[in-house]
């Protein structure tokens, strides 16, 4: 056992982030898919959200992958993942904001219809076309963004990583950024490190299967309805898919902190 485990599921993109950040630093770490039901309590200690990644190093557990990187940033200075300026690292900030909440909102929605069964029929089919044109405007955003050949400038790092799981994630949709564009030509060559192709094949062997997952829902199973999730689903014309939701107590949202006791 190494002294750096991540709590994960390898399907999480932000589990993700934290796994390619630990790679690239080059730190050992175990990796560990938590069975939340059987130990709620000394899970919800480490991430109030019940919610992974966390990173365990020692006796610190630190939970929400922005908070990670950071830390696995300023313990493992050496190669540093970002840029040398203070602009420069603001606006990777502001693009890893973006991609943790409004590009991954449409991701979710995707499974939350396609693969939990939240929709069907022409409620399902405008929910996927509203995903898919949201995608769409976020890729034509992101191609504005890109500083060839990287994210984060001349050289794969912190920018890259908060990016491709999700861009990887949205392709689980077939979802693509267009043939010929920038975006593309970065998602090959990104796609090409293996860093970044053993996270995404580890990914690919979780992948869900509709009908467990959906016989897991009427089992009791809850999906996370927070933020930018909940607001996806009511842009997105499921409103009363939140409301059955609610109704058969298969979804929620998180508790105060301070009810939380580890």
């Known amino acids: 056992m190494t002294e750096v485990t991540v709590l994960e599921h390898p399907l999480s993109p932000y589990a993700q982030k934290v796994k390619l950040a630990l790679m690239f630093k080059g730190v050992a770490f175990d990796v560990l898919q938590p069975a939340i039901g059987a130990d709620l309590a000394q899970f919800l200690s480490a991430s109030p959200?019940?919610?992974v990644p966390?990173?365990?190093?020692g006796a610190l557990a630190l939970y929400d992958s922005a908070v990670i990187g950071a830390y696995i940033e300023e313990r493992w200075p050496m190669p540093s993942l970002l840029p040398d300026t203070p602009e420069r690292r603001a606006r990777l900030r502001l693009l890893e904001d973006?991609?943790?909440?409004?590009?991954?909102?449409?991701?979710?929605?995707?499974?939350e219809v396609l693969?939990?069964?939240?929709?069907?029929?022409?409620?399902?089919?405008?929910?996927?076309?509203?995903?898919r044109a949201?995608?769409?405007g976020w890729y034509g955003w992101l191609e504005a963004q890109l500083a060839a050949p990287w994210f984060s400038g001349d050289a794969y790092g912190w920018g890259d990583?908060?990016?491709?799981p999700f861009v990887n994630g949205a392709a689980r949709f077939d979802i693509l950024p267009s043939p010929g564009s920038r975006l593309a030509a970065?998602?090959?060559?990104?796609?090409?490190?293996?860093?970044v192709a053993q996270v995404t094949r580890?990914?690919?062997?979780a992948e869900l299967q509709p009908e467990l997952m959906q016989a897991a829902l009427r089992n009791g199973f809850k999906r996370e309805y927070r933020d930018h999730r909940l607001e996806w689903m009511v842009r997105a014309g499921g409103l009363d898919v939140v409301a059955g939701g609610l109704a058969d107590d298969n979804i929620r949202f998180n508790e105060p902190f301070s009810t939380v006791r580890g």
């Open 54 to 57: 966390v990173l365990r190093h």
């Open 49 to 51: 959200r019940g919610e």
């Open 98 to 111: 973006a991609m943790d909440t409004h590009f991954e909102g449409n991701t979710w929605g995707l499974g």
């Open 161 to 164: 990583i908060c990016v491709v």
């Open 202 to 205: 580890a990914a690919q062997a």
């Open 186 to 195: 970065w998602l090959e060559l990104v796609n090409a490190r293996g860093d």
């Open 134 to 136: 949201q995608i769409a």
């Open 115 to 131: 693969i939990f069964g939240r929709a069907e029929g022409e409620q399902a089919a405008a929910m996927v076309a509203y995903a």
